[in-house]
């Protein structure tokens, strides 16, 4: 008996306060919202563990599971520090609304040079309204020049972190190393159109070289696990906000002021528009406040409070509330295909002509 | 001892996790090297949420050895 459960047979098992449960149709999960961590289980195996009070021994008395089998798993619970016992189940929570004092938490960009003296003004305006990080989509290669003055815009804003995305050329590494890291903002820059998928590390700047087109806003929305984040952060934003577009702001490459560069809605061209005009219409921030929970299928996912998601490109493209096109993962099975070769896609992916 | 009623965690939680490691050994390189990325975003507390889900990274196709 392990030494960690032996002396803690008659007491009742909880989770820690920071290990919240989701639940699906088949599958549950532990989210571990310190450790930015989870563990997937079977729903029903997760309610009788976590649900009605169970301490060690009225489990194994319970003859629900086999003997062994608790016990690995029990131990492997406890090593991630996901459970401990307690003598009764009087256990504090925390508060999940989010607060932040940014207006706007991210941007996106997608660079025009026909729009260059227009930036600035833009610039300003995200200053006023807070924006912490920004996205600068270059669909095509652009001067070393012009990125540097671009992002010379930002010195004194509020901008904390830049993002940046451009097509491969030969020289990109040297001009990340010996003028883009002098740019403290700058924290990662995604290569696209690369020989290679590899990451290298440059001072502060992640560098991910993707084989990968990115030609245009049609390349965005994917749903994958490696886009899962169940910090802290992350959950209570989900639990009431939409993952994606919540205090989102972009400027398309026409200059259309957006939620997302690859909806079609806009909120006026920033030659005219001013963005805090923008957040004022609720038509705008109607989307923010799409969550999980209001979207089909989305809503009986495990993964719902972890995942990020997409109102750009949907299953069914007439409904606001239908899921994300570019997932392939099915929480009624609870397995994963590639989505794009999935019968039920196939109309979908026709209509936005991916 | 009865036979328990659902297949034992073991066979499908663990089963599952496989599956979710797979999918990020999908993009070895990226996947891996990426959460290095955000352990640095997250030591210095910079990004706070994913910005555009824009590396479709069901269709990487990564060598092991890059």
Known sequence: MNH????????????HVSCKLIFGNQYSIICDLANNEFIRLPVQLTKDLFLNNHTYNSLI??????????????????????LNFYDDTLLSDFD?????????????????????????????????????????????????????????????????????ILPYSHNVIDDISNHLTIINRVTRVIVFASDRNDVVQVKQISVMFVIQEIKNNKHCGFIHPNYFNSSFRNYTENINYNSCLNRKISIDY?????????????????KTTQLDDVLKNCHFTALWFINKDKIRICKDCE???????????LSEPLDILSKPLKCGYDPYRGIWKDWKSLVECLDAINYYEL | MKNYSIPAYKLESVNIIDVLEEKKSL?????????????????????LKTIGTIIDYESLDISPST
Not at chain 1, 6 to 12: A, E, G, Q
């Open chain 1, 61 to 82: 008395e319970s003859e629900l599971y086999d003997t062994i089998y608790l016990y690995d798993l029990f131990e492997k619970l406890i090593g991630k520090n996901y």
């Open chain 1, 303 to 313: 993964f719902r409070y972890i995942c990020t998601d997409c109102r750009a490109y």
């Open chain 1, 96 to 164: 999940i609304n989010l607060l932040e004092p940014y207006s706007i938490v991210n941007c996106i960009i997608e660079f025009n040079i026909e729009l260059i003296k227009y930036y600035p003004k833009v610039i300003r305006q995200l200053n006023k309204l807070q924006c912490r990080d920004i996205q600068l989509r270059f669909y095509s290669q652009v001067k070393l020049s012009q990125l540097i003055s671009f992002l010379k815009l930002f010195n004194s804003s509020s901008i904390m972190n830049i993002d940046i």
């Open chain 1, 4 to 15: 960690l459960i032996s002396p803690h047979l008659h007491k009742v098992i909880l989770l």
């Open chain 1, 254 to 270: 026409h200059g259309m002021i957006k939620n997302c560069p690859s909806l079609s809605n806009s909120f006026g061209n920033i």
């Open chain 2, 27 to 47: 993009a070895d390189q990226v996947g891996s090297v990426k959460l290095q990325g955000n352990e640095f975003f997250e030591s210095k507390g910079l990004f």
